[in-house]
């Protein structure tokens, strides 16, 4: 399947259940894998705004924000995402983005 096909079946399922933030981060990993950041970016937003509590969507929203060129906003994401990771038990998620943030704190 190709990355255009796979957003192409979530955004079918997303127009079907456009509250469900499962098929949002769906839609937001497909499009981070097909290159289109920005896409990403708007889609995992979606998804912290219906289950603010999602620790892989903010990750998520973090590598789209580096990937289009933000790294200011990627390590806020990151932070935020920590912060949310802690609180919900995460803690591999929480492993994850220091990581991501320390790598981009670097540059």
């Known amino acids: 399947m ?8 979530f955004k079918e399922v997303a127009d079907l259940m ?3 933030p499962v ?8 499009y981070l894998e097909a290159d289109q950041a920005e896409d990403a970016v708007r889609e995992f937003k979606e998804t912290i705004r219906l ?4 620790t892989a969507a ?7 924000l580096e990937k289009a060129g933000r790294p200011e906003e990627a390590k ?3 932070r935020s995402g920590i912060e949310v990771g802690r609180v919900t038990g995460d803690l591999q998620t929480v492993k994850e983005m220091e990581v ?6 670097k540059l």
Do not use: N
Not at 58 to 64: D, F, I, Y
Not at 100 to 105: A, I, K, N, S, T
């Open 58 to 64: 903010h990750r998520g929203l973090g590598r789209a």
């Open 76 to 78: 806020a994401a990151y």
């Open 18 to 20: 456009p509250d469900d």
């Open 100 to 105: 991501f943030l320390r790598r981009l704190e």
């Open 51 to 54: 289950k603010p509590d999602y």
């Open 2 to 9: 190709t990355p255009q096909e796979k957003i192409a079946q």
């Open 23 to 30: 098929v949002r981060l769906g839609l937001a990993t497909a």
